[in-house]
């Protein structure tokens, strides 16, 4: 199906709780990010892609799916998916590819591939159903694992933390999949998924990407917390989950605080540039497309609020930039788009660059390709995108709709909520109970009846808790089986053996090859 000459690669850069807000190719002035803005100036940038859901597990799982959450039923953070469950990794396979993982992905349950081929490093995150909500008692906050403000108040600089021990073995590893694949004689092409965790709290980062920012204003949030009975309901919700007023936060925590995250950019950024570096040296650069995005965003202090599990733009908004080395004029698109389209778009640009067949969709498909966008065509692009939130911090689903300018949260136990984005861009004034965009509200209405039925969501979320947490407290009585991925390492077939023709072997582990060894 595939030959050397039509092998085309696949590089998904991913990084973690990294908000379009927080780069310069978005508009952020203050944020050094060079090799991401340099790839956005060579590429299609999405400027209002969105998170299918603000969390980390659901988010990824609509990624991988190319599926809403309330269909794959990834709820949470620990959501299961079975291993029936059709992600791109499969797909590609099935077109010839060979699909590696280094880094996060956050799989719930003893399946810890989903279709990918090899999976470098293990998860930073468990494997098992110890976070799971629980709507039936929402009042309750579960602080051995709901974020806290320990991230803001302790922010700056750290040698070494658990995420930094994580990401440099991620890089790493990614780094040696892209020079193992120029090495193998594997002719498929390849598809490699280099997952980090930053810039996610803590707000802790390198003396070097500290130093960065010396001379840098950071700028304060430009939606302050707002007065006593003056936050929505969500916010409010949102307050209590991250225990905002557990500690006094003042201008000089918040800058502390966005001066650490925006280093963690730049170490992010650094790694993109030396997985391009390798691509070029290995001769892959020409033939590999690229994708840079995030699974969702960081308020980092605006509305008072941080980290994520919310609908406004700072929490949702994420980058999505594709670079295709050849044909593809750089641009800028204005369409809402959103994760669970990049599984459809990765099979379009598989197939059309190497000729393998597109496989029929095993599982419906929420998602739509970008490809047609990226090659600069318009025509009948529905310009939505949804998200959905059914997680800590609500007690019932939670919606949201971007379509055109407006963007729509609707939720039962709350106000429905309506911005007009390119007026209000920071999200202050809302318009669901102004008439003259009753009728805009009205569409969105109807748009939301026609995306789900949100009583039966409510049930089949309830249930699946309930299930989960039941299962959990079963396996921790006596001995207890991890799901955690262990990656497989043989040290017999690692550097230099015994068994193996050393010549040859030096032969095949060098890139490029050097001239055959024939001795008179």
Partial sequence: MNSKSRQHNILV????????????????????????????GQGVLFENAYSSSPLCTPARYAFMTGQNISRCAGYDNAAYMPATMPTFAHYLRLMGYRTVL????????PDQLHGF??????????????????WRNPAERIDLWYHNM????????????????YDDEVGHQALHAIYDHARREDPRSLCLVASFIHPHDPYATRQKYWDLYDNVDISLPAVPRPGAGQQDPHNRRLEKAIDVDAIRIGDEDIIRARRAYYGNVSYIDEWLGR???????????GNTTLILTSDHGDMLGEFGLWYKMSFREWSCRIPAIVYHPSGMVPRRVRQAVAHVDILPTLMDIAAEETGAEKPLPIDPLDGRSLWPLCQNGNGGDPDRAVSEYLAEGTEAPMLMIRHGRYKYIGCPTDPEQLFDLENDPDEQVNLAGHPDHAAVLEGFRKDATTHWDVGRVQENVVADQARRRAVYGALRIGRYQSWDYNPARDP??????SHMDLTRFDTLSRFPRPEPFEPE
């Fill in 13 to 40: 850069v991913m990084a973690d709780q990294l908000t379009a807000k927080a780069l310069g190719c978005y508009g952020n002035p203050e944020v050094v990010s060079p090799h991401i803005d340099r790839l956005a």
């Fill in 102 to 109: 280094s880094g996060k992905m956050h799989f719930v349950g």
């Fill in 117 to 134: 081929e090899e999976r470098l490093t293990t998860d930073i995150y468990p494997a098992d159903f110890g976070w799971v909500p629980d």
């Fill in 492 to 497: 017999s077939e690692l550097y230099t053996r």
């Fill in 275 to 285: 997985l391009r570096d390798a691509l070029d040296e290995c001769g892959m650069a």
């Fill in 150 to 165: 320990s991230s803001v108040a302790q922010a700056g600089v750290a040698a070494v933390t658990n995420q930094l021990t």
